[in-house]
């Protein structure tokens, strides 16, 4: 059966079927208790119905001090002994914090030790991007993790892949980071209430097209389908797809849709350098270069601290406009007046 | 409690002691002869320390450690051969060649690895303690780490959540009195063991740390509180190391006072637990002899089989990254 959902709605949804399923799964984060972060719960308030400390209790449910290296590297310590903790860090630009346990422990210890560990733990993070938080609270910092081999990076961009993408997070033996962009928050949509899995590695293609295809990522989704419409009523036939997942990169979907429309725009809210669109963008280039017709483009945020004041930050990030606008130039062709 | 411990288990501890230190300087003389890539830092004259703590602990227990690294498996038991191999990157060593010197790790031990990064192991072995809660298994973890160590913060913030959520883990510092090159005392302020006062969990300081039963005393006692549910410990074992910081390492400054180390190199945890052995009638003369000899023949054996064993083969330069792996695009 299908019910409306938010993008948050549908990561409490997951977060409770993955608690259900099975006990080695606990939470640990920052106010998770009172559910202040609205997925840790039924409604605000504590002992609502369907709260998470009430119905798993304390054993389970942990508030932790604000503490990120220790919340981080336990969590990791704690997977590698037996338990499979789901990690709420609240917003991305904390998990800087923790680099040393992300990059020195997490990615490595597996690898290190010739297989002996394996550290089933998934570290949720939300992106305030959008929302005139200023410079501390808005990152996107998912390309550095990138490139730390050893981890897995998610960036759903819907309720229902964020459900399914989360349980599978929960059920990998390997570390997996998800990125939550909250300009998606107030998305709703149908969601399955019964379990599924969307595997990691395997993108969607939100909207079929066979003049140019805009890879989109995590925000930038919407934005995306919203300038394909656009470019629609131009005549224009644009193919929107989701890799849904940076670590494993479903290159292969990308590859396939770029080898029918021969052109690439890729919209990323990353800062251009190093960004997931940069590695997309190489990735054609190295493999799929007989098939395109013209220059790939990117369409990221500028390199540049994230300001703000409501009239210098929403412009910066990857939107309908820039995103058509790009499309347009790639295909070398002016906006209609 | 020392008092209780059976003459099997005394005669173990000096083997293990034993081991750690002609395991190291096997080791010591491989790197000298390029048998080992890079370097090692050895543990000897801290193997009452080591074993002391490894001892007070279960089988089933778990421990993280530090790039001084070699004897922590030792003293928890793990075999040598495989560790031997791993130093000489073969791919019977212990991590199959991937970790080396700084990143011995034996799960089959407890030993959940080895940190090159000063104190960074420290959370993890906090994390194994939450599991042992949470699961309710009863095991407890050790993190030991330096008095360089000691002043990272994540030290700091693994105290404070295993204070609150009384976890089963002994922070356990060994202070040489140096890291790398620096005295401890121009760099910690106060004294290390104190600082536990401020989490409101034990702190001791073992200021014998040559000394295998006041360390196992110590570290024991902290092992079944923890055991018992009443939380962490943190214990500051004063020791020495007799060798460089690392093996080769020519600093051309000396920076340890002579008169110091002359005074430290007496006090030889082996030999003192010896003589302690034969005092108390303990052990005979021969009975010890027999046990370096047959140590001596473990180290060897462990030499060989670092010699006769394969290379890993580098096909696969991706192998054990994930459980679940992937295709990669490169
Ligand atoms: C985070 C970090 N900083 C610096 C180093 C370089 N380093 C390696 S060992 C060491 C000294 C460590 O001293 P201590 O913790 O007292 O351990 P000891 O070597 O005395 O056993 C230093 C500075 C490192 N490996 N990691
Ligand atoms: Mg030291």
């Known amino acids: ?337 | 409690m020392s008092s209780q411990l059976s003459k099997e288990f005394l005669l173990e501890a000096q083997r293990r002691m034993v081991r750690i230190r002609l395991f190291d300087e096997r080791a010591s003389k491989m790197v000298k002869r390029g048998q080992i890539p890079g370097t090692v830092h050895t543990s000897i004259g801290q193997e009452a320390q080591v074993v002391g703590a490894c001892m007070a602990l279960g089988d089933q227990d778990y421990m993280t450690g530090n790039h001084r690294s070699h004897g922590h498996p030792i003293g928890k038991g793990s075999p040598l051969s495989p560790l031997m191999a791993e130093l000489v990157g073969k791919a019977t060593g212990v991590c199959k060649g991937r970790g080396g010197s700084l990143h011995l790790a034996d799960f089959s031990v407890g030993s959940l690895g080895e940190s090159g990064i000063v104190g960074s192991s420290i959370p993890i072995a906090t994390g194994a303690a939450l599991s042992s809660k949470i699961l309710n298994n009863g095991k407890v973890a050790l993190a030991f780490f330096g008095d360089g160590a000691a002043n990272q913060g994540n030290l700091y913030e693994s105290m404070n959540l295993a204070g609150i959520w009384k976890l089963p883990v002994i922070f356990l510092c060994e202070n040489n009195l140096y890291a790398l090159s620096t005295p401890a005392h121009t760099v910690t302020s106060g004294v290390i063991a104190s600082r536990a006062a401020g989490f409101d969990i034990p702190g001791i300081r073992v200021e014998n740390g040559q000394n295998f039963i006041e360390v196992f005393d110590a570290v024991k006692t902290a092992v079944e509180r923890a055991r018992s549910g009443e939380g962490p410990s943190l214990i500051e074992v004063v020791t020495y190391r007799f060798n460089e910081h690392s093996e080769g390492l020519r600093l051309g400054v000396d920076y340890r006072d002579q008169n110091e180390k002359a005074e430290w190199l007496a006090k030889d945890p082996i030999v003192l637990f010896r003589d302690y052995l034969i005092q108390e009638s303990i052990a005979t003369a021969e009975e010890l002899d027999a046990i370096f000899a047959s140590v001596e023949a473990e180290v060897e054996e462990a030499f060989e089989f670092s010699q006769s064993s394969p290379f890993p083969d580098a096909s696969d330069p991706y192998l054990n990254l994930y459980t679940e792996p992937f295709e990669v695009y490169a």
């Open chain 1, 1 to 337: 059966m299908k019910s409306v959902m938010s993008y948050l709605g549908a990561i409490g949804a997951a977060q409770r079927e993955a608690m259900d399923a099975d006990e080695r799964v606990i939470i640990i984060g920052e106010d998770v208790e009172a559910n202040v972060y609205g997925t840790t719960g039924a409604g605000k308030a504590r002992a609502a119905e369907g709260d998470f400390l009430q119905r798993y209790g304390k054993n389970r449910i942990r508030n932790t001090p604000i503490s990120e290296e220790i919340i981080v590297g336990a969590a990791a310590g704690a997977a590698m002994t037996g338990l499979r903790p789901l990690v709420d860090l609240s917003y991305s630009s904390f998990t800087y914090l923790a680099m040393d346990q992300f990059v020195n422990q997490i990615a490595k210890n597996r690898f290190m030790f010739g297989g002996q560990a394996s550290i089933p733990v998934v570290f949720r993070s939300a992106m305030f991007y959008g929302l005139n938080t200023g410079a501390h609270h808005s990152d996107r910092p998912y390309p550095m993790y990138m490139n730390v081999p050893g981890l897995k990076i998610i960036t759903p961009a819907s309720p229902s892949d964020a459900k399914g993408l989360l349980r599978s997070a929960i059920d990998c033996d390997d570390p997996v980071l998800i990125f939550e962009a909250c300009p998606l928050w107030p998305m709703k949509e149908e969601v399955e209430e019964d379990e599924y899995w969307i595997p990691l590695g395997v993108g969607r293609t939100l909207r079929e097209g066979t003049d140019i295809t805009i890879v989109a990522i995590s925000g930038a989704v919407p934005e995306a389908v919203a300038a394909a419409e656009e470019l629609a009523k131009e005549g224009i036939s644009a193919e929107v797809f989701d890799p849904r997942t940076l670590v494993p990169m479903d290159i292969e979907g990308i590859i396939k849709s770029v080898t029918k429309t021969g052109r690439l725009v890729v919209a990323d809210p990353a800062h251009q350098t190093c960004s997931a669109a940069s590695e997309i963008s190489a990735l054609v280039a190295e493999h799929a270069w007989d098939s395109l017709t013209a220059p790939i483009k990117r369409v990221t945020t500028p390199d540049t601290q994230i300001p703000f004041s409501p009239a210098l930050e929403k412009h910066l990030y990857p939107n309908r406009l820039s995103i058509a606008a790009a499309a347009r130039s790639v295909l070398k062709v002016s906006q209609p007046v």
